[in-house]
């Protein structure tokens, strides 16, 4: 089970930091992957991060301004958003994935996820 939290408003070019909370014991080998979803459009992917290594993968768009990490000591997985601009309004979304594949352009198919969290809505002022 992941519950997201942390979303709010926000002014663009502040910052703001989603956590993902995870139950379980396996957390540690799981993928944890960042969407997101503006009214009318589809998910999209925003970042993933590995397991262990803590090696990480972004969409173009949010490289640089967003940073994944994780604490697998506290099953919590976080997206440290920097500089957020206007177009980066939307529901934020964790999940993650068991297969422990690594990091790559598979983590950009929300069907390759086995949970989903609830999501939490951001709002970026101009």
């Known amino acids: 089970q992941l519950q997201a939290s942390g979303g709010g408003l926000v002014q663009a070019g502040g910052s703001l930091r989603l956590s993902c909370a995870a139950s379980?014991?396996?957390?540690?080998?799981?993928?944890m992957g960042w969407f997101r979803q503006a009214p009318g459009k589809d998910r999209e992917f925003v970042g993933a991060?590995?397991?262990?290594?803590?090696?990480?993968y972004y969409e173009d768009s949010v490289k640089g301004r967003f940073t994944i990490s994780r604490d697998n000591d506290k099953n919590t997985a976080f997206l440290q958003m920097n500089s957020p601009k206007p177009e980066d309004t939307a529901v934020y979304y964790c999940?993650?994935?068991?297969?422990?594949w690594g990091v790559g352009t598979w983590c950009k198919s929300t069907g390759r996820y086995d949970y989903w969290g609830q999501g939490t809505l951001v709002t970026v002022s101009s």
């Open positions: 991060i590995t397991g262990s290594s803590g090696r990480t």
């Open positions: 999940a993650a994935n068991s297969q422990n």
């Open positions: 379980g014991r396996t957390f540690s080998s799981y993928v």
